[in-house]
Structure formats: structure tokens, C-alpha cells
């Protein structure tokens, strides 16, 4: 497959996910916004604090097997090595059953702590221990991978367009029935649990059509040996997963605990106009991940980098247009929205919004370098990124209040993304000449 062929395939695939994901985020955004008047802000952050709690379990226990999936899925898929696949999809999906067991586990047994942390009423938390389950369907990483290796990506719009009106149409319920904050995390828990449940059961039906039933086994030696560097990349895809977590869901619940649940609804409120905008190009840099990694393997590394370069111009006309047509109404859309309480927050809108633009710039950076076998620098570049983002947002936040979030993003995402494009550039120069000398060698 050509370059062409990938980039048509990918614009196709990104059209279909970033158009899905904008029309359902506004979804959810709006009922965020008939909590936020129906129930005040307080309510708002309790249930967000709830959700952010099981988040940060659900994405330690994700351990990023679906990445594994993809990684080296792909190359059995070109080899015809059906037997191997089928061992790769049992390690995944046995690794998701031990990792998300010790999260609930974990979550269940720290929610006393949580509770007095965080201000959850009673209610909340009697029913904390019941939305653990959660994680379960949250996790879903195999299922997510298995999607993506064979193209079903309609799938993975449905599962959240189908979470947003399942979420919205329970809110609406529990307002008209008058219910709790309680049952407004019910709606939550309903979303989550079918959208998650029909994409599991649409992997299952995928692997019997293919005759894929997965071979479940945990020998670390058998497994390395079959996937060279598979037990590498998983550690470092994990820990490099814990970056976007500890940046979002655990700065959520530092908010809730030192400014209380109000300030913790407005950060994220905020935080979803700016996911609204840059969330989807986390679901594009996977769609990329297989063709990397064909290219990775065949040594074409300067096919490599002119893909990565269509990706960043793509990305900067939608940052240039996008950006500057957003910026403009941005005030209009607060007050509309959430408002004009909320626009003595506009500053916070206005720098989540600018990270989340250079974010989109450098999209497909992190899986370029996965893809080429650089993990641990990405997971270099990604500490370095956290400790700018720790610095600002610990240093700043009893000074100038939530502002201080959004200065810390923006100097993650130009961390992120300026050690990414600077090291990667070198990178592939260093490999690409040494392509060309072998292929002049006589």
C-alpha cells in the first residue's frame, strides 16, 4: 500500500471518528450543562470526582494491551501467522482480566479515604463501591485494539455516540423523576456499562467470523520469544499512558480535594470544550499505529517520515482555521453554554483550548516513535513533559486559582511535542542514511 493509499484510508477513517466524536461531545457537554442549572455545581463535581476516581483505576489497569495489539498484530496479520495472533489476543485479553481484578479491588478498598478527600455525601458513597464495576467496561483495551486491527472503527464511534445518548437520556430521566446526585451517576454507569458491552460483543463476533477463538497464556519466555520486545512495549506503552492520567483524572481529584467539587466542575467543564477540540486526534494517532509499524518493518523509514509530515499539515490548517474561528466566539459559546458565572473563567477556557491546538499539531509523534521501536524516549520526553506541567500547576494554583492548570498544559503540550518533533527529526535522518548507505553497499 502506498502513501497515498494509507493517507486516503486514514483522512476516510479520521472524517468518520473526529466528525462522530464532535457531534456526540456535544452531546455530553450538553448534559453536563442541564446538570450544571438543574443541580447546581456542586452536584456537578461530585459525580465528576466519581467518575475521575474509577477513571484513574480503569486506566492503570488498561495497561495499554491494546496497543500491543495493534504493535505487533499487525506484522501477524501480514505473515499469515493466524496461530500467533491468536496467542497475542489471549495475552491481551489475560492481561486485562488480572490488571482490571486488582483495580477494583484497590478502588473498592480506598474509598473511604476518597470519600473524605473528595466531600461525597452518604449517597455516594454507598454507592461508590457498585460504580467500581466500571472499570471493566472502561478498560475494554483488548476489545479497543481488536477493533482497530481490523478496521472496524465505525464501532468505536458507535460505542461513544451510543454512551452519550444512553447518558443523556437517563440524565433527563432522573431530573423529570426528581432524583439525586446518586442517580445522576447512574446515568453515568448505564452509558458506560451497554456502550462497553456491545463493543466487547462485537470483538467476540469478529474473532469467531475469523476463526480467531484467543489462546490464553502467560509464559513470559514463550510469549517473548514469539513477539520480540512485546514485554518492553507494554511496560513503556503503560507508563507512558499514565502521563495523560495523571495529567487529567488525578488533577480533577487534586482540584476537588484542596478547592472543593464546584471548582473541580468548572475545571472540567473547561476541560471538555478543550477535549471537544483535541480529543479525537487520540483515537486518530492509533488508526496510524498499523501503518507505522508496516513501514517500521520494512526499513522504510524516509515513507515513515513523510507520512508523519502529511499528519502535522493536516493537523495545522484545522489548528489555523479551527483555532482562530473558536477563539473569536469563544465567549459567546461560555455564556450560551454554561452561563455568565462561568465567564469569569474565560482565561481557563481560552489556555486549555490553546494546549489542546498544539496538541493536534503533533498527533501522530508518539506512535511514529512506539512504531520505531523508541519507547523509552518517548517516556523520557513524556517525564519531562510532566515535571513543566507539575512545576506550573503545583506553583501557580493558590496564586492564580484554575488559571494555573491551563499554564501548566501549555507547557506540557510544547514539552511534549517540541522534544517529540526535535529528537524524532534526528531520529529518522540517522536511520534513513543508514537505509541508503546499505542499499549502495555493493
Known amino acids: 500500500m502506498s502513501n497515498k493509499d494509507i493517507h486516503r484510508r486514514f483522512l476516510h477513517n479520521a472524517g468518520l471518528i473526529v466528525g462522530s466524536r464532535v457531534v456526540f461531545g456535544l452531546l455530553n457537554l450538553g448534559t453536563n450543562v442541564i446538570i450544571l442549572r438543574a443541580y447546581g455545581a456542586a452536584d456537578l463535581g461530585m459525580v465528576m470526582l466519581l467518575i475521575a476516581y474509577v477513571r484513574v483505576f480503569a486506566e492503570v489497569a488498561k495497561f495499554e494491551s491494546w496497543q500491543a495489539v495493534l504493535r505487533f498484530g499487525v506484522i501477524a496479520q501480514e505473515r499469515g501467522e493466524e496461530n500467533n495472533l491468536r496467542r497475542l489476543i489471549g495475552l491481551a485479553l489475560s492481561i486485562d482480566v488480572i490488571t482490571m481484578f486488582l483495580a477494583i479491588v484497590a478502588a473498592v478498598l480506598l474509598i473511604p479515604q476518597a470519600a473524605d478527600w473528595f466531600g461525597w455525601n452518604a449517597q455516594v458513597t454507598e454507592f461508590a463501591p457498585w460504580f467500581m464495576i466500571l472499570i471493566i467496561f472502561l478498560t475494554n483495551a483488548t476489545p479497543n485494539g481488536v477493533m482497530r486491527l481490523f478496521e472496524r472503527v465505525e464501532i468505536l464511534a458507535l460505542q461513544h455516540g451510543l454512551n452519550a445518548v444512553i447518558r443523556l437520556v437517563a440524565v433527563l430521566i432522573a431530573m423529570m423523576l426528581g432524583g439525586t446526585v446518586v442517580?445522576?451517576?447512574?446515568?453515568?454507569?448505564?452509558?458506560?456499562?451497554?456502550?462497553?458491552?456491545?463493543?466487547?460483543?462485537?470483538?467476540?463476533?469478529?474473532?469467531?467470523?475469523?476463526?480467531?477463538?484467543?489462546?490464553?497464556?502467560?509464559?513470559?519466555?514463550?510469549?517473548?520469544?514469539?513477539?520480540?520486545?512485546?514485554?518492553?512495549?507494554?511496560?513503556?506503552?503503560?507508563?507512558?499512558?499514565?502521563?495523560?492520567?495523571?495529567?487529567?483524572?488525578?488533577?480533577?481529584?487534586?482540584?476537588?480535594?484542596?478547592?472543593?467539587?464546584?471548582?473541580?466542575?468548572?475545571?472540567?467543564?473547561?476541560?471538555?470544550?478543550?477535549?471537544?477540540?483535541?480529543?479525537?486526534?487520540?483515537?486518530?494517532?492509533?488508526?496510524?499505529?498499523?501503518?507505522?509499524?508496516?513501514?517500521?518493518?520494512?526499513?522504510?523509514?524516509?515513507?515513515?517520515?513523510?507520512?508523519?509530515?502529511?499528519?502535522?499539515?493536516?493537523?495545522?490548517?484545522?489548528?489555523?482555521?479551527?483555532?482562530?474561528?473558536?477563539?473569536?466566539?469563544?465567549?459567546?459559546?461560555?455564556?450560551?453554554?454554561?452561563?455568565?458565572?462561568?465567564?469569569?473563567?474565560?482565561?481557563?477556557?481560552?489556555?486549555?483550548?490553546?494546549?489542546?491546538?498544539?496538541?493536534?499539531?503533533g498527533f501522530a509523534l508518539h506512535h511514529a516513535m512506539f512504531s520505531a521501536n523508541k519507547g523509552g524516549t518517548a517516556l523520557l520526553i513524556q517525564i519531562?513533559?510532566?515535571?513543566?506541567?507539575?512545576?506550573?500547576?503545583?506553583?501557580?494554583?493558590?496564586?492564580?486559582?484554575?488559571?494555573?492548570?491551563?499554564?501548566?498544559?501549555?507547557?506540557?503540550?510544547?514539552?511534549s511535542r517540541g522534544l517529540s518533533v526535535w529528537i524524532g527529526r534526528g531520529l529518522l535522518k540517522k536511520r534513513i542514511k543508514r537505509s541508503k548507505l546499505r542499499e549502495d553497499a555493493p
Open 183 to 361: 442517580h445522576l451517576a447512574m446515568a453515568w454507569f448505564a452509558g458506560f456499562v451497554i456502550s462497553g458491552a456491545m463493543t466487547m460483543a462485537v470483538c467476540a463476533y469478529e474473532l469467531i467470523k475469523r476463526d480467531l477463538r484467543p489462546k490464553f497464556s502467560l509464559n513470559l519466555r514463550k510469549t517473548g520469544a514469539l513477539f520480540p520486545g512485546i514485554w518492553h512495549f507494554l511496560v513503556m506503552s503503560n507508563l507512558i499512558g499514565i502521563g495523560p492520567l495523571a495529567v487529567n483524572h488525578l488533577t480533577t481529584l487534586f482540584v476537588g480535594a484542596q478547592l472543593g467539587a464546584a471548582q473541580a466542575a468548572v475545571l472540567q467543564l473547561a476541560r471538555q470544550l478543550s477535549t471537544g477540540i483535541s480529543g479525537p486526534t487520540r483515537l486518530l494517532g492509533p488508526l496510524l499505529l498499523p501503518d507505522f509499524s508496516r513501514l517500521s518493518g520494512r526499513g522504510d523509514w524516509a515513507g515513515l517520515r513523510t507520512l508523519v509530515v502529511q499528519q502535522i499539515k493536516v493537523a495545522a490548517i484545522f489548528v489555523v482555521v479551527g483555532g482562530g474561528i473558536l477563539f473569536a466566539v469563544l465567549p459567546i459559546v461560555v455564556e450560551l453554554a454554561f452561563g455568565a458565572d462561568l465567564l469569569a473563567h474565560i482565561w481557563l477556557f481560552r489556555l486549555l483550548i490553546m494546549a489542546a491546538l498544539i496538541n493536534i499539531l
Open 384 to 415: 519531562a513533559a510532566m515535571t513543566v506541567y507539575t512545576i506550573i500547576m503545583l506553583g501557580g494554583l493558590w496564586v492564580i486559582g484554575l488559571n494555573a492548570v491551563g499554564f501548566g498544559m501549555i507547557g506540557f503540550a510544547l514539552t
